[in-house]
């Protein structure tokens, strides 16, 4: 899928820029050094040793090593190492996701970290509210994968948050994005907006297939909005006989119908 296509042309135009910054150079060995130190953190982590795994993933960082930046952001924030600090959680989050680089997993955690830092600059936890950053920060983890980013970036635009216009369009597509994912509640938004027709054509079969995929991962309420738009639109009674009869017709043609008549089939 386009990213880039999905968010237009002017959060485009951010996502370049985030991306610009996200991955500072290293020199190879000194990107080993970090991850020695992240490892040994990870040691003294497991052995109960808070202040050894704090100065090694903290040196790590400094070295340029993102998830040593990602996890000392994640332990401030909670108050591992006394009360919790957001302003030094901010600043830890927004080191991880500027070192944004390594594999599909490295590079899925600090997009995680991306999310972190645009939700608190986004809600001001840290002292001040900074929309610009929150955006950017939004766009980048979004943009590598993280579901939780998408979401918060398609509400903005539906929303006019952070200084952004309006844009259902946009939202609707963020909203897939996020449901690509696998976020429920990014299908769940975009199957309202389709049976709504919001930013998008109303298409009852849309909103039914987008609930239905909700429902499969046991969303209960997508499963009954997709019963509902079914007794709408092919006068299926609202009965489990008449339901897994449908969905077991469907079954021949359709991965997703199979698994909904099998869990029917389950329901007591």
Do not use: K
């Amino acid at each position: 899928m386009d990213f880039l296509r999905l968010i237009g042309p002017v959060t485009a135009l951010v996502l370049g820029a985030a991306l610009a910054l996200a991955a500072p150079s290293y020199g190879q060995d000194t990107n080993e050094d970090g991850a020695s130190l992240f490892d040994r953190g990870n040691t003294a982590r497991m052995n109960d040793d808070v202040e050894a795994m704090r100065e090694d993933w903290t040196r790590s960082c400094e070295l340029g090593f993102g998830p040593a930046c990602y996890e000392l952001a994640r332990f401030i924030q909670r108050g591992t190492f006394g009360e919790p600090n957001i302003p030094q959680a901010l600043y830890y989050y927004d080191l991880a996701c500027r070192r944004l680089e390594g594999d599909t997993g490295r590079r899925r955690m600090l997009a995680r970290a991306c999310t972190e830092a645009g939700a608190i600059h986004a809600n001001g936890h840290a002292g001040s509210v900074n929309p610009e950053l929150a955006v950017q920060r939004l766009v980048t983890g979004c943009g590598n994968g993280n579901a939780d980013g998408c979401l918060m970036l398609a509400y903005t635009h539906a929303r006019g948050w952070l200084g952004l216009e309006v844009n259902m369009a946009s939202a609707a597509e963020i909203f897939g994005f996020a449901c690509t994912l696998g976020n429920n509640e990014g299908c769940t938004t975009l199957a309202t907006l389709h049976y709504n027709g919001e930013g998008v054509a109303r298409d009852l079969t849309q909103a039914r297939h987008l609930f239905e995929d909700a429902c499969i991962r046991q969303d209960a309420s997508a499963c009954s909005a997709a019963f509902q738009i079914l007794a709408e639109t092919h006068e299926v009674e609202q009965t489990r006989m008449a339901l897994r009869s449908f969905y077991w017709n469907e079954c021949q043609s359709s991965n997703r119908s199979c698994t909904i008549a099998r869990m029917l089939d389950q329901a007591e």
